[in-house]
């Protein structure tokens, strides 16, 4: 049986378990799916998301996880459970856990993530701070007297965050990311088209043809929502043109955020941070244009790192 620390990236959008024995052992999305009158457990993870918006009245669809902290505590000591009995399975004994919360949060949130995963089975738990998970599992050696800004973007929070010598000097967590993008999608095709789409798809538009800066070829994509006015299904084609329209906003303020925290960074560390670049990570920076509207506006570098996804739980498996 394998006895080591797993780290658990416990994100809004996903939950990603990582072992330094197996690799990458969970990757799902943060979704379960709950019969409400005998409240059992229906569907975890893939098979929960893809139930959202098709279940019957007797089956409810939870999403945990709100803006990177718990807001649903039942549910997500029931997501954490599943996951590690799943781990048992795979080998793993009662595990050590390491596990992220976003700058910010308050104790009592901290605590909340704490007795979760202690309720889910948990032999020892150990709480770290996103950004400086983030900031190590992109290889950026933290405990160097070198300011490195680090932004972190989920499908919940935007974490930005100057670190050195092993620690957070200054840090913000916007509850503005990856989610409010899909959100943004349903409402322009509401107000724009008249018809009404499901976060299945608005995440589809997102991933396939989504960009916060113009693309060199226009993509388009194909999806069927419901018309408002006559109530029977519709087709629609969007174009890559239309999602920079749909994301100014959110990716304005996700820059001004970024802003904000340099013009409080002292400033031999913000001389760093011009040399270094800004870091990359979270889902959310894989969407196109991210680091060329940051830098645009900023006119700094910026690195998207090579696993974004990944970024935080192999920060804090390294720990």
Known sequence: MFDSVIGIDLGTSNILVYSKNKGLVVNEPSVIAVDKKTKKIVAV???ARDMIGRVPDNITVIKPLSQGVISDFTMTEALLKYFIHSLKK???SKPRISICVP?????????AVEDAAFGAGAKKVQIFEEPIAAAIGAGIDVSESCGRMVVDIGGG?????????GGIVICTSLKVAGNDLDQAVISFIRKQYNVVIGEATAERIKKEVGCVWDRPEVLSINITGRDLVTGLPKSLNIKSTETTIMFKEIANRMVDTIYSILEQTPPELAADILVGGIILTGGTSLLYGV???IKHRLDIDCILVDKPLESVVLGLISQ
Do not use: N, P
């Open 45 to 47: 993870g893939s098979e």
């Open 90 to 92: 795979k080998g793993f």
């Open 103 to 111: 700058s910010g949060v308050t104790e009592v949130e901290r605590r």
């Open 157 to 165: 929070t935007t974490d930005v965050a100057v670190v050195s010598l």
């Open 291 to 293: 680091d060329r509207l």
